[in-house]
């Protein structure tokens, strides 16, 4: 997810896709520790975006 797109979210949105994205998180590291998964670097990817989404949603909420 863009940046752009972080920004045009409300609040309860991006609460909401954080929670989505928590939990493929989960998912993901999960399964790479029982077989490593093909793409390793979509773990990354995640782990950045829900902070920014995390950093979005701090700066919304002030």
Known sequence: MK???IKNLSA?????????????YSK???????SPIENPI???DLRRTIARLNT???TKQQ
Do not use: F, M, S
Not at 12 to 24: C, N, P, S, V
Not at 28 to 34: G, Q
């Open 28 to 34: 993901l590291k999960l399964a790479h520790k029982i």
């Open 12 to 24: 309860g949105d991006i609460q909401a896709k954080l929670a989505e994205l928590t939990a493929q």
């Open 56 to 58: 979005e949603l701090t």
């Open 42 to 44: 979509q773990i990354r």
């Open 3 to 5: 940046q752009a797109d």
